[in-house]
């Protein structure tokens, strides 16, 4: 290793995009770093690549996409050491992310027929004589951008929803998660070797500006707000749709009649795990005033036994560090004190838990998105308050309650695209629902029906069965005829209800 290089930092080198661990220095492995010239190369071998992949049919895709899901499975030790040699995390952590990325894969391939494919919708009567069909094809080409703290499971709900629908990907993983990235697309060409369904384009933010300039028909971005809107830009000039999911400053409310020992572990795991670089991670938690005391020193106890450099790995993106100690620093000169860690938890490449009470509002550590293993804990009076500062904030990602009674009408209540009630992040790893935010943390969303649908155009079709017996779309028609079809309006949908 050359003696400038920094641990975690990724660098090119004779066009090599060479990934590096933040803890250790060592090596990861070593990519090609793309040019303009071979980001387009790609894009055009993937149309070709998706007029193959679009003949398979639903039932030919999920074979395939099901025969990649099982290798991922024997061989998820594989990747989850090559996850925690490229990001640090613990192996734990990878395996557990792993095992999500499987579950969105396995949903996408076996709902795809069903959410995408041709229907019969029902008649309006005043066009009886048409019968209507709806069926949603695919884009073409999808470009997949993909972050660094989740490089397995983040870009796999993207890239599976995109490859069930039809579509071809190019996958430009982050810059300091490539080989991760690699290696998924190396898997899904051992059981898909005849066409590049699904390649990987590599290299710095220039790499994935040239992918949005490319000709791919959507893009799907998952990274920081202010990135995102530099995806959008460059979109925007030839009008590419996209799907951003961006930042967040997730809240957690922890009401009167809550279990406060299972608020205070998912509080914990919510805001520590990964340490605390997790997009839909809790960074604030509002407790009503019976339980605060209580939910603090729980909280406390539980996060102080967590063992940084095991647990609590090294913070991926070298750069970050300075973010998480100038949060914590801004906390504490404005009143806010610290019950765990503090200042002198941030010894990079690791920062320990850090646990802050009596922030005031307008800190960056209760603002901003600080992207770290801290937690601010807010005394309100009672859920309504602790409604209205969770809202209050740019971002609108996920949350969580915990409570009985009221919990689910809390949870209704807070501006995010996601809740989790009694429990935290778990929306994550139900392939089945939604997953996306609203304000600052994007739009559009992957998982799911509403994910599968972000990759296909709706196709409208309507078949003429009969003759018009109110023709309306003719020169033909008669005034009598108009007459006709005011008299049918009138007595369909003049009546108030």
């Not at 699904?198 to 998952?222: N, P, W």
């Not at 922890?254 to 520590?272: C, L, N, Q, S």
């Not at 560090?321 to 941030?346: F, P, Y």
């Not at 309504?384 to 915990?402: C, I, M, P, Q, S």
Request: aromatic share 6%; glycine share 10%.
């Amino acid at each position: 290793m050359t003696a400038t290089r920094v641990p975690g930092v990724p660098v090119i080198e004779d066009g090599v995009l060479i990934s590096t661990n933040p803890a250790t220095g060592d090596e990861a492995g070593r990519v090609p770093a793309a040019s303009d010239l071979d980001v387009n190369a790609a894009v055009e071998k993937a149309r070709d690549a998706a007029l193959w992949w679009q003949r398979l049919g639903y039932d030919g895709r999920k074979e395939r996409l099901l025969r990649w899901r099982s290798l991922i499975v024997r061989r998820i030790e594989e990747l989850a050491q090559l996850t925690s040699l490229e990001t640090g995390k613990p192996d734990a952590d990878a395996t557990v992310e792993a095992v999500a990325a499987i579950e969105h894969l396995d949903w996408a391939a076996h709902h795809a027929k069903r959410v995408l494919g041709p229907r019969k919708t029902r008649t309006r009567l005043l066009v009886a004589e048409h019968s209507g069909h709806l069926e949603y094809q695919p884009y073409g080409v999808v470009g997949v951008i993909g972050p660094w703290n989740y490089p397995i499971v983040t870009p796999v709900g993207p890239i599976s929803g995109a490859l069930a629908a039809g579509n071809a990907v190019v996958f430009k993983p982050s810059e300091y998660t490539p080989i991760v990235g690699q290696w998924l697309v190396d898997t899904f060409a051992e059981v898909v070797p005849e066409k590049p369904v699904l390649q990987a384009v590599h290299g710095l933010g220039d790499v994935g500006a040239a992918l949005c300039r490319s000709g791919a028909d959507k893009m799907a971005f998952t990274g920081s707000t202010a990135t995102a809107k530099k995806v959008m830009a460059a979109c925007a000039e030839n009008l590419v749709p996209v799907v951003i999911e961006a930042g967040g400053k997730d809240a957690m409310i922890v009401d009167a009649d809550a279990d406060i020992a299972a608020a205070a572990e998912a509080a914990v795991w919510g805001g520590m795990t990964n340490a605390g670089q997790t997009c839909i991670g809790i960074e604030r938690v509002y407790a009503v005033a019976p339980v605060y005391d209580q939910l603090v020193k729980e909280i406390v106890a539980k996060a102080g036994k967590l063992r940084t450099g095991e647990e609590i790995g090294p913070i991926t993106m070298p750069r970050q560090i300075d973010i998480i100690r100038e949060h914590i620093d801004d906390a504490l000169a404005k009143g806010g004190k610290a019950v765990l860690g503090g200042s002198d938890a941030v010894r990079p490449p690791y920062v320990s838990p850090t646990v802050l009470v009596d922030v005031p509002a307008d800190s960056t550590e209760i603002r901003d998105e600080t992207f770290g293993p801290t937690l601010t804990i807010t005394k309100v009076a009672d859920a309504d308050e602790a409604v209205r500062l969770a809202n209050d904030t740019k971002y609108g990602l996920g949350g969580a309650v915990f409570g009985k009674k009221n919990a689910i009408r809390i949870a209704r209540r807070l501006r995010s695209g996601m809740v989790a009630v009694n429990s935290t992040l778990t929306f994550v790893g139900m392939g089945n629902l939604p997953f996306g935010g609203v304000g600052d943390s994007g739009f559009g969303r992957i998982h799911g029906e509403d994910g599968l649908r972000e990759f296909a155009r709706p196709k409208a079709i309507t078949v003429r069965r009969g003759r018009s017996l109110l023709p309306s779309t003719t020169f033909e028609r008669t005034p009598a005829q108009v007459a006709q079809i005011v008299k049918a309006v009138r007595l369909l949908y003049g009546r108030r209800s």
